[in-house]
C-alpha cells in the first residue's frame, strides 16, 4: 500500500487537500485536535467539498493526535500560528524518513517547525488555491490556482508528487521556493495591511497609491538586503497589477478582521518588520504601518501579533 497522507488540521486548505487524494484513491488520515472534535467529526460523517457549486462528501478517516500509527508523509495545514505546537506534539510519532508539508503563508513557522523536527525534511509550499469554510466539516472550493513546492535544502523533487497529479491538484516543484514565499510576503505586507486600515477592498487603494509606492520601495530594499533580488525585481508593478487585478476582492487580512479572526500578521508583517531590524535597516513606514495595524486589531479586540 502507498504511504498514507496524514492530513493536519481539517480545515480550507487541509480539506481541499484530503478531499482530492482520498478521491484519487490514496490513502488519507485527517488528524483533529482532540477527541471532542473527533467524535464531532464521526457523527458529520465526512469531509465535504463543494466544487463548482456540487458538494461531494469523502469519509476520510480522522485520528487525535496520540494515535499510535507512525507518520512519514504530514502535511501541515494548520494557520502559521498555530504550526509550530501541532507537530511539536507528533514529534514522537514522526518515522525516521517522515516528510512534512507545510502549507502556511508568510515566513517564519516554517523554520520553527523544522527546528522542532530536525530529522525530518520539511518542504515549503506557496499555494494560490483558494477555499473557505462554509460550515463545519464543509469547504468551498473558491479559486482555483498553483501550489508550488520546494526545499531549499534539497533541490530533489521528492517522488510522491506523483499523488499530487493523480489527485489532480495543479502543481510545480520549485528550486527558488524561498524567492516565491518573500514575493508573495511582499506583495501581501504592500495590500493586505492597508485594506484592513482603509476598510477597503483591493481596488480601494487605488486612491492610494503614494502610500502603497512608498511600501513598495521599501519592501524592495528589505528583499534586497535579505539576498532576494528575484523577489524584489519590479515589486511596485506588480503589486499595482495585483489591485487592479483583484479589485472587487477583500483581502485574505481584511476578511479575517470582518469575521473576527486572527490574523497571520506576526508571519508577514511582522516577519518583515524583524528582517528590517535584523539587518539595522531603517524602513519608517514599513514600522509605523505594522504599529498601526497591531493599534487597530487591538482595539477590536482582536490579538496584535
Ligand atoms: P483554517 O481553515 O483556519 O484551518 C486550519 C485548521 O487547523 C483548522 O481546522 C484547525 O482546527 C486546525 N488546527 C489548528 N491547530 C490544530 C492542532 N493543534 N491539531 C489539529 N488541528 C489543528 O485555515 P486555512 O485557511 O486552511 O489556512 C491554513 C494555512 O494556509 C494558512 O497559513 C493560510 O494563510 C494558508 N493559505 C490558505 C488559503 C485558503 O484559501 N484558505 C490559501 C493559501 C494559503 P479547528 O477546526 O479545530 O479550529
Redo the contacts with the bound molecule.
Keep these: 500500500m502507498s504511504t498514507p497522507w496524514h492530513v493536519?488540521?481539517?480545515?480550507?486548505?487541509?480539506?481541499?487537500w484530503a478531499t482530492r487524494l482520498a478521491r484519487a484513491g490514496r490513502p488519507v488520515r485527517l488528524?483533529?485536535?482532540?477527541a471532542a472534535?473527533l467524535r464531532d467529526y464521526e457523527a458529520t460523517g465526512g469531509l465535504t467539498l463543494v466544487e463548482h457549486g456540487e458538494p461531494a462528501t469523502w469519509a476520510v478517516p480522522a485520528q487525535t493526535?496520540d494515535h499510535p500509527e507512525p507518520i512519514r508523509r504530514l502535511l501541515v495545514?494548520?494557520?502559521?500560528y498555530?504550526?509550530e505546537?501541532?507537530v511539536a506534539?507528533l514529534a514522537p510519532r514522526l518515522a525516521p524518513d517522515a516528510e512534512l508539508i507545510l502549507?502556511?503563508?508568510?515566513l517564519g513557522?516554517q523554520e520553527a517547525v523544522a527546528a522542532r523536527v530536525p530529522h525530518a525534511r520539511c518542504i515549503f509550499a506557496?499555494?494560490?488555491?483558494?477555499?473557505?469554510?462554509d460550515g463545519?466539516w464543509r469547504?468551498v472550493f473558491?479559486?482555483h490556482?498553483y501550489t508550488w513546492l520546494g526545499d531549499a535544502a534539497h533541490p530533489v523533487a521528492p517522488i510522491w508528487l506523483d499523488d499530487l497529479c493523480a489527485a489532480k491538484i495543479p502543481h510545480e516543484w520549485s528550486t527558488d521556493i524561498l524567492t516565491r514565499l518573500w514575493r508573495k510576503l511582499a506583495l501581501n505586507c504592500a495590500i493586505n495591511p492597508l485594506t484592513v486600515l482603509h476598510d477597503c477592498r483591493n481596488g480601494g487603494l487605488q486612491q492610494h497609491a503614494c502610500e502603497v509606492a512608498t511600501l513598495c520601495a521599501e519592501l524592495t530594499d528589505l528583499l534586497e538586503r535579505c539576498g532576494q533580488p528575484a523577489a524584489a525585481d519590479n515589486l511596485q508593478q506588480e503589486v499595482e497589477r495585483v489591485i487592479q487585478a483583484t479589485a472587487a476582492n477583500f483581502s485574505?487580512m481584511h476578511q479575517d478582521v470582518t469575521n473576527r479572526?486572527r490574523t497571520?500578521i506576526s508571519?508577514l508583517l511582522g516577519h518583515a518588520c524583524k528582517a528590517a531590524e535584523r539587518h539595522r535597516l531603517n524602513l519608517p513606514h514599513l514600522h509605523q504601518l505594522q504599529q498601526r495595524l497591531i493599534t487597530h486589531l487591538q482595539r477590536l479586540g482582536l490579538p496584535g501579533d
Design positions: 493536519l488540521g481539517a480545515g480550507s486548505l487541509g480539506t481541499l488528524i483533529l485536535r482532540d472534535r493526535p495545514a494548520c494557520k502559521a498555530d504550526a505546537s501541532a506534539r502549507l502556511q503563508n508568510g513557522s506557496s499555494s494560490t488555491e483558494g477555499a473557505f469554510r463545519d469547504v473558491a479559486g490556482g485574505s479572526r497571520e508571519y
